[in-house]
């Protein structure tokens, strides 16, 4: 018989966590995906050790403008971070398994809570442009999943997925968010592979579906999250009405415009966040 050692969660993660691991011994409490037009968060990093997602193995390359690929590790309120600066997306091509590579890479260096962020459409009335929404469900409309193959004993084969977001994680959120004076909502994100916007008649189906919110991304990452067993907290920032229901035709500038002007008072709510994490 041979002997065995601790199997090693997610071994496709295990050259990437080798390379991580000859550049800093950090190890996040928690990793923090920032969505379009959100990287400059991760300047705050202190301590910060930045490594190009190109040097990683098995780390698929973003194409999108406003994804540069990079992972940052500092200390921001006193929390040991990893910033996952451009994400990648299931529109660019790359199989649902390769969208989810970064969090089975940070799971594997040790993040066990994910705060996940992301630019998305408004579909609730609620939801305006330049609105901070607590994600609390969502719906995978892009039908597709991480998880299918293999399952890696990291996690169950059939994960539940009745509580993806950490209810109790958003109620705190929330309440620091009104006693900071920052207006938030909480809805449900569906999940769209783009990366055509949408029609008007979806948007019309989304909404009767539950949806809130339409995006291209988080739902894989939460799915493999989840798998892993962390405790996830998902962000949402409006940056357009969904299609139909403003004046003016989508489009990716605007998004990313968005993005810029709600920035300040993202980055103070995750400062918030990260002060007051669950145990
Ligand atoms: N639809 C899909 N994805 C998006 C949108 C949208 O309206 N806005 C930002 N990401």
Redesign the pocket.
């Known amino acids: 018989m041979t002997s065995t050692t601790a199997a090693t969660p997610y071994p496709d993660t295990q050259e990437a966590v080798a390379t991580v691991r000859e550049r800093t011994p950090h190890v996040p409490r928690l990793a923090l995906v920032l969505g379009?037009g959100l990287g400059d968060l991760a300047e705050a990093a202190e301590e910060a050790v930045t490594i190009p997602t190109t040097d990683l193995p098995g780390y698929p390359h973003s194409t999108v403008a406003g994804h540069d690929g990079q992972l940052v590790f500092g200390r921001i309120e006193g929390v040991d971070v990893v910033f996952i600066r451009g994400r990648v997306h299931l529109y660019e091509g790359h199989p649902v398994r390769a969208v989810s590579f970064p969090i089975r890479l940070v799971y594997a260096l040790g993040a066990r809570q994910l705060l996940v962020t992301n630019?998305?459409?408004g579909i609730n009335p609620r939801c305006t442009p330049g609105t901070l929404m607590f994600i609390t469900d969502h719906i995978n409309f892009a039908f597709a999943n991480p998880l299918v193959g293999p399952n890696d004993p990291a996690g169950p084969r059939f994960p539940d997925m009745s509580e993806p977001y950490d209810s109790a994680w958003v109620d705190r959120a929330e309440a620091l968010a009104l006693a900071n004076g920052i207006a938030t909502e909480r809805g449900t994100y569906i999940w769209?592979r783009?990366p055509s916007?949408?029609t008007q008649a979806e948007i019309q189906a989304y909404r009767l579906l539950g949806a809130d919110a339409?995006?291209?991304s988080t739902v894989p990452e939460v799915i493999q999250a989840r798998h892993a067993g962390m405790q996830v907290l998902g962000l949402s920032t409006i940056?357009?009405y969904?299609?139909g229901l403003g004046e003016e035709p989508?489009d990716h500038d605007d998004?990313l415009a968005v993005g810029q002007d709600i920035r300040a008072t993202l980055e103070q709510l995750v400062r918030l966040i990260l002060r007051d994490l669950p145990t």
């Open positions: 379009s630019a998305a459409g769209t783009g916007y949408e339409v995006g291209m940056t357009n969904a299609a989508l998004v």
